[in-house]
């Protein structure tokens, strides 16, 4: 008998919504079934069955919200293990109630129920390897050496796919990063020990993605060494080549935006200078081979970011059909957590609301992050002569610990003749 546990699915994940069950009591499941639906703080996603065995219990029910990491929320009986029967979870109306102790040392008796022991392990005495019934026969097939395989299954369990992993002569997957604790600010003051009287304000209770931002966006103002550089760029010749880009694929229903311009000349401009493009490790300094630009999306409750994968390859058009296709699924909660999770550069662009310059908050452990502000008519000199230009204001954030002042200068003037004439995105 095995616990299913509720599974982190994002760094940032402590606890989250058992949205729906896919499967009921009884359910004979296979590796890669999808069983449950878990609301997270950045999305909803679908969590696969690990092992095969058969459904004993429900142990949370669907709709239950505030589910820590690692509870089990459901019981298996494996593939060719015993099926005994396990207790069912109380109904949330009983949940406070307590069945009287049948044993004759009431003394023993605790007094609130016990959360359930985590499965001991198989490794015991007898040298046997915690393993789920379906990696054993596979390891028998493959002759794989069960004690040599790294197991990433609840409690360190070796499964399916650290056999096939290991058959191939690759090594298994890591188990999951602990999600990062960030740093445990000074005990906060009461709104009322601040001098605004309770009673005065309406109080929103904190949800998970905003407890996230919070706690993601504190750990990097204070961990990581910072600092703006600021330019204007000319956007009259991109606006241009805008309109003529759409009218050539207004057939195929494809709208090209100033940010997809902003992404492919960021994603050029990093690789151009590829120190830019790196992330910071205590283990050395990440060079990544492609720039996966995260872009911001403003959602419901908060932000979330994701991600361009190679976008240095990818045309304004599939920039454009991708970004739109990520933003709608950002705002419906249906990202993946690999398409928003990780990316080398990020940008945030909130010139539609009118905003001139700001700085953004750098998006660990991204090097570096851009902030595009709203293009306006502005007064310019050329050839020593005033005129009138489409200026934007464009502001690099750099994590000094990877991208020297130098290193995002370069960038920038990378960047700048990109964006000034868009010809050369083109080619």
Same mark, same amino acid.
């Given at each position: ?15 989250? /919504?058992?949205?729906?069950?896919? @499967? ?34 429900? &142990? @949370? ?8 990491? *690692? ?41 609130? =129920?016990? =959360? ?59 188990? =999951? ?43 990097? @103002? ?25 009218? &050539? ?9 100033? *940010? ?13 200078? =590829? ?118 204001? @464009?502001? /690099? ?31």
């Amino acid at each position: 008998m095995t616990d299913i546990l509720m599974p982190a699915l994002s760094p940032t994940m402590e606890e989250g /919504v058992l949205a729906k069950w896919h @499967v009921k009591a009884g359910d004979v499941v296979k590796a890669g079934d999808v069983i449950a639906e878990i609301e997270t703080d950045k999305a909803t996603m679908e969590v696969e069955a690990v092992d095969e065995g058969t459904i004993t219990d429900i &142990l @949370v029910a669907e709709g239950t919200e505030g589910v820590k990491v *690692n509870t089990p929320i459901a019981r298996l009986a494996e593939e060719g293990g015993a099926a005994a029967p396990a207790p069912k979870a109380a109904p949330a109306a009983e949940a406070a109630k307590v069945e009287a102790p049948k044993a004759a040392e009431p003394a023993k008796a605790a007094a609130a =129920p016990a =959360p359930a022991a985590a499965p001991a392990s198989k490794a015991a005495s007898d040298d046997r390897v915690f393993s789920s019934p379906l990696a054993r026969r596979l390891a028998a097939q493959s002759g794989v050496d069960l004690k040599s395989v790294k197991g990433t299954g609840p409690h360190g369990r070796v499964v399916k796919r650290d056999v096939e992993a290991a058959g191939k002569g690759g090594t298994t997957a890591s188990a =999951p990063a602990a999600a990062p604790s960030g740093i445990e600010p000074a005990k906060a003051q009461s709104l009322a020990q601040m001098g605004i009287p309770d009673g005065s304000y309406d109080l929103i209770p904190l949800d998970g993605m905003r407890k996230a931002i919070a706690r993601r966006m504190v750990g990097s @103002v204070q961990q990581v060494p910072h600092f703006p550089l600021t330019i204007d760029v000319e956007i009259d010749a991109l606006l241009a080549a805008r309109v003529k880009v759409n009218a &050539l694929l207004e057939k195929a229903g494809v709208k090209v935006s100033v *940010n997809d311009f902003v992404i492919k000349a960021a994603a050029m401009a990093l690789k151009a200078v =590829p120190e830019a493009n790196a992330s910071y490790s205590p283990e050395g300094i990440a060079m990544h081979h492609h720039a996966d630009v995260a872009m911001a999306v403003a959602i419901d409750g908060g932000l979330i970011t994701p991600i361009i994968f190679k976008a240095e390859t990818k045309t304004l058009s599939q920039i454009a059909v991708e970004s739109k296709d990520l933003a709608k699924r950002a705002r419906e909660k249906k990202l993946k957590p690999e398409e928003f999770q990780g990316g080398t550069f990020s940008v945030s662009n909130l010139g539609m609301f009118g905003i001139k310059t700001f700085s953004s908050i750098i998006n660990e452990p991204q090097g570096a992050i851009m902030s595009v502000g709203a293009g306006e008519q502005r007064p310019v000199v050329k050839n020593g002569q005033l005129a009138v230009a489409t200026v934007m204001t @464009v502001t /690099v954030t750099c994590d000094h610990r990877v991208v020297d002042g130098a290193t995002g200068a370069r960038f920038l003037q990378a960047f700048k003749p990109l964006i000034e004439d868009p010809v050369t995105m083109l080619a």
